[in-house]
Every structure is written in C-alpha cells, then in structure tokens.
C-alpha cells in the first residue's frame, strides 16, 4: 500500500465549528487529492494540489479550503461545520495524475 | 462535462457465478479507465486500468475488463466469484481535458454461499 495517512480517523463535531482533516504521505508524489464519499455519489473531488502552494477547486468545493504547504501534508478545512459535511473523507496521491492512490479516510460527522 | 455511469446498483451473486458490471462513459476524446475496488471499512484499491493498446486488460485477483471505444464502456468482468469479492466498485475515467477522475456511484456487489 501506498504511504499515506489521514488523521483523525474518525470525528464528532457540532454545527458552526472549525474542522482540520490531515493527509500525509511519504511518496513524495507531486499531486494530492480530496474527495467525499456519499452513498449513491460515489466519490466526488473537493479540492486538489499539483505542487506545494498550488491548489485548485473540485465539484463540491464550497464550504472547503485547503492548504499545502509541505510536498507531504494536504489539510482539509472545514470552516464552520454543517451537518450536509458529514461524510467520509478520503484522501489520495498520485505520481502522474492518472493512477491515484487512497489513504484509509476520516469518517466525520457533524451533528 | 464528462460522467461515468454504473448501472447495477446492487448485485448479488452466489458463489462461481460469473460476474460483469456496467461502466459507461461520456467523453469523445482519449480516456484512461479505472476499475477501483473498497472492501468493506477498507479504502480504494486499484483493481485494474486501461491507458492504451490491447483493450483486454487483466488486473488483480482474477478480474479483468474489456474497453470497447465504439459503445463508451469498460465493463468489469470475472468468470467466477468468490464470497471475498463482496465489495464496492467503482468505474472512473480520466480525461486530459478535465485533468481528473471522475467516478461512478459504484456497484455493491453481494456474494453469497
């Protein structure tokens, strides 16, 4: 498997508070991902990076920010929690843009 | 825009059945296919892709799925099941023009005893 690492693994959190969601790697792959997993979406991308500093918006981007500033880490921030954010989180890596690999996801719920 | 379509939802199989599942896609242009595989509580794993030439690809643990340009598909086939393939898998595409995978809303697939 792929060296990457999401934390927390799982969370709780209430309405209207701040949330940070980790991914770690140790590829040293250039691109980093995003994505929600929702029963009948399948996966949809939130936001991703193609090198430290340099990000762009998925399909459900709204209400998300991200930041890279380490080739290793990709953080996820939700800035203020709403209970449609309750979902598993996963991240995922690649080398080149088409093979991804996925980290074993956040399971976050919002209440 | 681009979209991955999976139209068995759920299956169920029993065991040495064979299986395929439907992906089909809309996009003209070259596309790079995915079949990814999540067990249950596990994360993505790649089962198998298709990048260029001999539209038969074989992947892991005996899968493996036909490109056919003319009808968009990459159908997921394999000729018998085991009770370890319950799982969920999902079809993606990727474009250069999007520059990224787009999903399908995966199969359940059930293998009973």
């Known amino acids: 498997d792929a060296g990457i690492t999401q934390s927390p693994r799982h969370k709780v959190t209430e309405t209207g508070t701040p949330v940070t969601l980790r991914c770690h790697q140790t590829?040293?792959?250039?691109?980093m991902y995003w994505y929600r997993q929702d029963p009948g979406h399948g996966l949809r991308l939130i936001h991703y990076?193609?090198?430290?500093?340099?990000?762009d918006k998925g399909e459900v981007s709204d209400g998300y920010s991200v930041s890279r500033s380490k080739t290793e880490d990709f953080l996820l921030t939700l800035e203020s929690a709403t209970s449609s954010q309750t979902s598993v989180y996963f991240c995922?890596?690649?080398?080149?843009?088409?093979?991804?690999?996925f980290g074993p996801g956040t399971r976050l719920t919002v209440t | 825009a681009q979209s991955v379509s999976q139209h068995n939802h759920h299956v169920i199989l029993s065991e040495a059945a064979s299986l395929e599942l439907g992906c089909n896609y809309s996009?003209?242009?070259?596309?790079?296919l995915f079949w990814y595989v999540q067990y249950p509580g596990q994360h993505l794993q790649l089962l198998l892709k298709?990048?260029?030439?001999?539209?038969l690809v074989k992947g892991i643990k005996g899968f493996e799925a036909e490109f056919i340009k003319s009808k968009f598909s990459f159908n997921l086939r394999k000729p018998s099941v085991q009770w370890s393939d319950t799982a969920e898998y999902f079809c993606?595409?990727?474009?250069?023009?999007?520059?990224?995978?787009?999903f399908g809303t995966g199969t359940r697939l059930q293998v009973t005893l």
């Open positions: 995922a890596i690649s080398r080149d843009r088409y093979e991804q690999y």
């Open positions: 590829e040293n792959h250039r691109y």
């Open positions: 990076s193609y090198g430290v500093k340099d990000t």
């Open positions: 996009y003209g242009g070259t596309v790079n």
């Open positions: 298709y990048f260029s030439g001999d539209p």
């Open positions: 993606a595409v990727f474009t250069g023009t999007a520059s990224k995978l787009t």
